[in-house]
């Protein structure tokens, strides 16, 4: 079964300071990968996505996520955080055959952005 | 062009009664996602349809949630009866293909907030 962690419930960072957010993801063959955003009483923002190719992968609003398959890790990052940039984060897996629709969230990171 | 578009938005009501939450996919898109997201589970998959018929509801909990697409642009997610523990958000979401195989994005509504009291 497909599964995700994401070791961090709640991170703060200063706004201008880098940031990492965490995923680890378990599946069975090749994953297909997803970072969402969620603002308070929003819906999903897909902000990147992986399917194949380069490893690095830019997304929206400035952030870009790493696969690397040998630590089974998906962790996205911006170099410079905005306040605005306050949200939850979500990472998800997915897979290419099957029930491929069927994505999995973890259970998300909480930022939070001191000025 | 309009998004993922869920009714009502919020909605308060008493244990025991019928709840039945609204979903306008995106025009165009064959497929229609169920998801609940609460605090303890997080974001849990219930039940998707493609060209509107069911293809997976194992993660539908019980006999009393029922799904239905009687059309491609309207979806209904039914609760009966309703209990506190189906307190949660519950977001719709729909795609061209599936995210997977096609690459293409799943685009999600602002969600339905339910609270059973």
């Known amino acids: 079964a497909q599964s995700v962690t994401q070791p961090d419930i709640h991170i703060t960072v200063s706004e201008g300071a880098s940031l990492e957010l965490r995923c680890n993801y378990s599946?069975?063959?090749?994953?297909?990968l997803f970072w969402y955003v969620q603002s308070p009483g929003q819906g999903l923002q897909l902000l990147l996505k992986?399917?194949?190719?380069?490893?690095l992968v830019q997304g929206i609003k400035g952030f870009e996520a790493e696969f690397k398959r040998s630590q089974s890790s998906f962790n996205l990052r911006k170099p410079s955080v905005h306040w605005s940039d306050a949200a939850e984060y979500f990472c998800a897996v997915g897979g290419a055959t099957g029930t491929a629709s069927k994505l999995t969230f973890g259970t998300g990171t909480r930022l939070q952005v001191t000025l | 062009d309009a998004g993922v578009i869920q009714s009502p938005r919020h909605e308060v009501t008493e244990m025991g009664q019928e709840v039945t939450l609204r979903c306008k996919p995106i025009s165009g898109h064959d497929y229609l996602f169920w998801y609940r997201q609460t605090m303890m589970r997080g974001l849990e998959l219930l039940i998707y349809?493609?060209?509107?018929?069911?293809?997976?509801d194992s993660g539908m909990p019980e006999d009393r949630f029922s799904a239905k697409m009687p059309n491609a642009s309207f979806s209904t997610l039914k609760i009966q009866p309703s209990e506190p523990r189906d307190s949660a958000v519950y977001f719709c979401?729909?795609?061209?293909?599936?995210?997977?195989?096609?690459?293409?994005?799943?685009?999600f509504g602002e969600g339905s907030w339910l609270t059973v009291v």
């Open positions: 979401a729909s795609s061209l293909g599936t995210a997977s195989l096609s690459g293409n994005t799943i685009y």
């Open positions: 349809f493609n060209n509107n018929v069911p293809i997976d």
């Open positions: 599946y069975g063959a090749t994953p297909y």
């Open positions: 992986y399917f194949s190719g380069d490893t």
